[in-house]
């Protein structure tokens, strides 16, 4: 039992858990964006089934550690290129994740007349479909991060449930910020562009470290949380100081 919590466990896990809530944010922001195309009334189911989804198949995939081993297997070369199993999901994830980046990013700026029929042609079934695909791609590469930093299999277990209790927890309130102010949701859909190519790079062979890609992340959000703020305080209305006639109070 000692062994179990031991003082290297329990740093794994709480390291791990930070890192698995930093990497699920892309995965918050996608089920968002997608959930915010159906009726109001089920937008809220669709995120709670996406991050239920998303807690399903990463738990699976912590119990198919020796699949996912396999996955890094050579399974044909294409002149220096190596593909492996894990190679062709990155790929196929990054081209999907761009496609949908560029296909939400047109509609936005088509207008309000497009976007109302996009949305009305979404179903629940269509967007619970995508996050599939997606939360399969963004699994994976949560497990293989999970897998590198950990030995017991409960504490990467363990790790991903807060994780996914945390990112259900802030689902909400992201979902609702990201939908009131339009520059958030356009710039959450760059990241997405952004993601995808790291992705479409890592199936290439082509490491880009993550913490770049978080910085650069971080940094245009800390930017554009301040033009809003500036932009808040440009809208409220002048308060006119009373000038005070200095005679009359001597008196």
Do not use: C
Not at 205 to 214: C, D, R, V
Not at 221 to 240: D, I, S
């Amino acid at each position: 039992m000692e062994a179990i919590f031991s003082v290297e466990n329990l740093l794994a896990l709480v390291t791990l858990t930070m890192m698995e809530i930093v990497l699920g944010v892309d995965n918050i922001i996608f089920i968002s964006i997608l959930a915010g195309k159906l009726p109001t009334a089920q937008q809220r189911p669709a995120r709670q089934i996406g991050l239920a989804l998303a807690l399903i198949t990463r738990l699976l995939l912590l119990l198919s550690i020796s699949w996912i081993a396999g996955l890094t297997q050579p399974l044909f070369e294409i002149g220096p290129w190596h593909v492996t199993g894990r190679s062709l999901i990155m790929l196929g994830g990054g081209l999907f994740l761009i496609y949908k980046a560029t296909t939400e990013i047109h509609e936005k700026l088509e207008g309000a007349e497009h976007t109302e029929q996009s949305a009305a042609a979404t179903t629940m079934q269509a967007v619970v479909f995508q996050i599939i695909l997606l939360d399969i791609v963004f699994s994976l590469d949560s497990v293989i991060t999970a897998v590198g930093m950990a030995n017991a299999l409960w504490v990467m277990m363990t790790a991903v449930i807060i994780a996914v209790g945390v990112m259900l927890f802030l689902a909400e309130g992201i979902a609702k910020f990201v939908s009131d102010h339009p520059t958030i949701k356009m710039l959450a859909l760059s990241f997405l562009l952004l993601i995808g190519f790291s992705l479409v790079a890592e199936g290439f062979e082509l490491h880009i470290p993550k913490g770049y890609i978080y910085f650069a992340m971080g940094f245009s959000v800390m930017v554009e949380l301040l033009n809003l703020r500036v932009a808040a305080r440009a809208r409220q209305p002048v308060q006119l100081h009373q000038r005070y006639d200095t005679t009359k109070l001597s008196h």
